[in-house]
């Protein structure tokens, strides 16, 4: 134990550090095929990803603040799946929808971030080293992240798992692709998981779901880099034509 904090609550600490390489890693593919968005965007969503945890490891460290409080209520619970499952969204569906989502998107988590700075703060329920929404005066805000945790749901495991059964269901059946996205669906569960145990107060359950989702995710897709299978979507085909993979 050091003080009130425990181990795991240096957790977020090692995750940032992940989602920063894994960022590093995203940004280096997208530099080779700019044309795809939806490397953009999964890039974009590990980066905030990392600024979520990245909040949450200062307040470990550091300890409470406001601004460390609202950048972390934005980043991590607003934004913490969305802007993953907007590249999902590029994957599956046309460019055109997949733009109308994207200002849809964007233009509501604008509006909600306006209200997670305009909230006044409860400081008799601040807690020194632990991050909570319960500190927020308007409660009625936290009812607006749901949506956005829906959307990453539906589109981010909701498209690994169809992408997953539609490869197994191939006669090549590519296993790498199968596992990659399995993978890639189990890992955007886990943290969605832990947020739901965060609203009962326990964080230190997200803090672990973080880790692991961000690691499985990872783990898909490196699994998934480089194979040398045909994709089942035109938006891969069309941006890794000239090197004929999938990836």
């Given at each position: 134990m050091f003080g009130d904090r425990s181990l795991i609550h240096y957790t977020p600490l090692v995750t940032t550090l992940v989602a920063v390489v894994f960022t590093v890693v995203l940004w280096r593919h997208w530099r080779q095929k700019p044309q795809a968005r939806y490397l953009f965007w999964w890039m974009v969503g590990v980066a905030l990803f990392g600024l979520g945890t990245l909040t949450e490891a200062s307040t470990t460290i550091f300890g409470w603040s406001e601004p460390l409080f609202r950048s972390w209520y934005i980043a991590g619970a607003l934004l913490g799946g969305a802007p993953?499952?907007?590249?999902?969204?590029?994957?599956?569906?046309?460019?055109?929808?997949?733009?109308?989502?994207?200002?849809?998107?964007?233009?509501?988590?604008?509006?909600?971030?306006?209200?997670?700075?305009?909230?006044?703060?409860?400081?008799?329920?601040?807690?020194?080293?632990?991050?909570?929404?319960?500190?927020?005066?308007?409660?009625?805000?936290?009812?607006?992240?749901?949506?956005?945790?829906?959307?990453?749901?539906?589109?981010?495991?909701?498209?690994?798992?169809?992408?997953?059964?539609?490869?197994?269901?191939?006669?090549?059946?590519?296993?790498?692709?199968?596992?990659?996205?399995?993978?890639?669906?189990?890992?955007?569960?886990?943290?969605?998981?832990?947020?739901?145990?965060?609203?009962?107060?326990?964080?230190?359950?997200?803090?672990?779901?973080?880790?692991?989702?961000?690691t499985l995710i990872w783990l898909g897709y490196r699994a998934m880099v480089d194979v040398a299978a045909v994709s089942i979507h035109s938006a891969q085909q069309i941006a890794y034509a000239s090197e004929g993979t999938s990836s």
């Open positions: 993953l499952a907007q590249g999902t969204v590029y994957l599956l569906m046309k460019k055109r929808t997949a733009d109308r989502l994207t200002v849809a998107m964007l233009t509501y988590a604008a509006i909600v971030a306006v209200f997670v700075l305009a909230t006044p703060i409860l400081l008799d329920e601040v807690e020194p080293h632990r991050l909570s929404g319960a500190v927020m005066g308007w409660q009625w805000v936290r009812l607006f992240s749901p949506l956005l945790n829906t959307y990453a749901l539906i589109f981010l495991v909701g498209g690994a798992g169809w992408s997953a059964w539609r490869y197994w269901r191939r006669s090549d059946r590519p296993k790498s692709l199968v596992k990659g996205n399995a993978l890639i669906a189990v890992g955007a569960l886990l943290p969605g998981i832990g947020g739901s145990f965060t609203r009962a107060g326990h964080v230190e359950v997200l803090y672990v779901t973080e880790l692991l989702g961000l």
